[in-house]
């Protein structure tokens, strides 16, 4: 009794576990708005199983470093370099989740789902990138200029989000600024974009909460606004979201328009870590040409703040400009790790010697295509059971239609361990799902035909139930290792699609023991226990 | 209670030279067809393009062919995929357009053209177009060939570590034998030989290796509670306890995988064809080439107690009929004994 009591528990817990993972759930998408043109976050509620491109259809993209026009030293940092501004432009993209990762050491591998224009995505990633050095707004103009800004944007009915009075808030305990209060004396309502702006540490430094800096780009985009921002001051949202505390900020930065210098002048950018001080340190050096003008600027602007923009994108945070800088600099990031400062060097890279990139494969399939394989697919799939069901139930009778409720069990299990690990199904992922649910109930043919054998042999029907579960057991473990061994191989050396099937089946295996050894046997028990009088087994 | 072969005593191993000699003459006829036409690889190997075209009706491939040709797509091949409105179009790249800087960009603008001049703008669209250039499907062929030398040596690991090595050593050739007769099938089907179909032969491996484990494992138990039957008759007695089983577990493969071939689409097609030659050919392996190479290599090597060379010694097995077991010496043991 109370073994069957665990087991239950046990499947229980399973159960919900599995069902727990598959539930639905808000998913964010980002797609570029049809009105406008620009990116979107919209909010969908679907299932959380990772389709693959061929399956909700979307572009693959392998690049290669092109040594056609001259060979590439070391390929494996033009690589790096390459991932660091497709990453800097993923906004740009028309999907949830693009994929950009290094496969090897010198293939770039993009992944773009649900994205339907190859030669949109092909420019948005061959796009030569853009580095440039900017000074900060240090006069606060930008900041200055918010009551007015406020002003145009009520004029125009924008109403605010915020429920708090604040103008500019503060939040680092720096002194309240002058503009801060004229706003909110000015007016008793709250300003639409003023109220959304956190004061940084900087000057030319703002902070917008994470879920609203969709609105706030939109406002700063708008034509009136842009007419009252300052003339020479310009806006850059930040590459980096930053965590204080529970609530994400993305940095906004007030920059002036003209750059100091732009990455052309840029021949070099390592990182490392000082000896004596033990600091992280980038250090950078400027053509002679670059070193010029670089030293004349830098003169002027001591004490000031110095944005990297690589993509219209500020990269990290703007470092104080200490002394006048030549055609030798270094920028010092005090006790952030090591790691930080290799990224800034990666961007000043990317932004200096840009890499030449091929594209070495491409895959592009259209959704309806992924819609009507996932169809397919299903249909496939219930047939399949449907005939499994009728095999199984029609020879083994009941004992049959414990095994087919184990089998629903099973789907659960592999559709929920999917879910759970992230995988992603793809279309030969689901032919090894409809394949493994044939081979899924091999386990329970070894099991009853031991059964079987054991009553034959003349053993009483619980004996016989516990002798068939083990003996059979040997033959079950073997039987599903050596599938698995054959499907880790094809995981390890498989690309996308093939690895889905390799996973599908990996994880098949996983669920067909535990669905047809444990759960099985759990209802046999519980059969025998209901009816002790049983003389016969319907096996 | 249905039941198959419930008490079978069929003399498998008795026809084992049929099935040398039918095996025999599919993987001639399969060497033969390789040779003289080869494997037909995907784009995924060879490199090129690869453009699926959805037109709104459909149109005569002679046209399209031709239409190909005169916006200079010689050598490209022309398919219908699945139904008479879905055309593939294959143009594989020739080493020297590698070189040049690709030519993958001029396909899909000539396919274009191509189909502007038969179907008109606007009354088709592109489905699916893969760029693969020969660098990445050499990389790929590679890639494939270490997927099944690994699989065979995993398994031969595997195997060491859980028969004897004579069981092994069957195991494995009944193994080798599917590769090679499902690469005969591959090439007399003319299927496309995609990376998911080199996943199906693996997937064939796995599934036969797992077949021939069972009626080994069944031949252990059986030599061990049997003390005085050869190996001969427990071959055959272990085939035939395992039968309803591998009906049982053929069928439901079978029936899956026939829903994959008829019902899962044009993609799924190939590795859903290799797939059930592979079921065919696992349990035939089992039966025919596992257990006979067993019994031959028993008789060159004998195991502990010998009695694989006492058959083939003796060379005469009563052939046994499905009423009466066979019982060539001595006293005849029951084929089936309570155990223990």
Redesign the interface.
Known sequence: MSTIRGRLIMIGLLVLGSALSLLPRNVTQRIPDAATGRMKDTVERRVPISLGL?LQGGIHL?LEVDE?KGPVPDCADAIQRAERVVRTRIDQFGTTEPVVQIQGRCRLIVELAGEKD?ARAKSIIARTAFLEFRITDMQNQFQAALPQIDGVLRRAGVKSRSAVPSAVSQLFGNDTSKAAKDSAAEANTPGALSSLLFQGQLPGEFLVPEEQWQVVDSLIERPDVKQVIPRGIDLKWGAQVESRGATSYRPLYAVESKSIITGEELQKATARRDQQTNQSIVEFVLSRRGGRKFGEETARHIQHYMAIILDGRVQGQPPIIKSQINARGMIELGSKPLQEASDLALVLRAGALPAPL?????????A??GE??IK??I???V???A??IV??V??Y?LSGALAVAALTLYCLFTLAGLAAFGFTLT??G??GF??S???A??AN??IF?RI???L???KSLRLAVEDGFKHAM??IV??????????F??Y????G??QG??IT?IIGIAASMVSAIFVVKTLFLIWLQRRPTMTTL?? | ????FANANYDFIKWRRWAYGLTAVIMLVGAFDLVIRGLNYSIEFTGGTLI?V?AKTALPMGQIRQALDNVGLHGAEIQTFGSDTSYVIRARTSAAADTT??D?VAVAASVTRAFDATAGAGNY?????????P??GRE?QG??F??II??FF??LI?LAA?FEWRFGLAAVLATAHDVLATIAFISLMHIEVS??V??AV??V???S???T??IF??VRENLHKYRRQNLYEILNLSIN??L??SV??H??????????L????E??RP??WV?SFGIFTGTFSSIYIAAPILLLIEKRWPGEDARGARVIGARAPTPATPTAPAAPRGAPAPP?V??R
């Open positions: 061929d392998a056609s190859p091929m594209i070495v494969e491409e895959r592009a399939i259209g309806s295509l009507d394989s397919d697919g249909r496939a799939g047939v399949g059971v005939l499994v095999i199984m029609g020879y009778r279309l030969p689901l032919a409809v394949l649910i044939g081979i109930v091999d043919v070894l035909e079987r054998e054991e034959v042999h003349g040997n033959a073997d039987s599903n290792v050596s599938t698995a061994l054959t499907a191989i094809l390890l050396v498989g690309t699609p093939v099937f390799a089946l319907s096996v | 209670m249905i039941r198959f699926q959805e800087g690709g993958t669209r592109f489905e699916r177009t893969e760029v693969v250039r660098k990445v790929l890639k494939a270490l997927a690994l699989s995993v398994t595997y859980r990376l998911i080199v996943g693996l997937t491996v796995g599934y290796l797992n077949d484990i069972i494992d069944r306890e395992t309803p089983r049982l577990t069928g439901t493969t079978i029936a899956t995988t026939l829903a994959l008829l019902l899962a689409g993609v799924i590795f859903a797939m089936r309570p155990a």
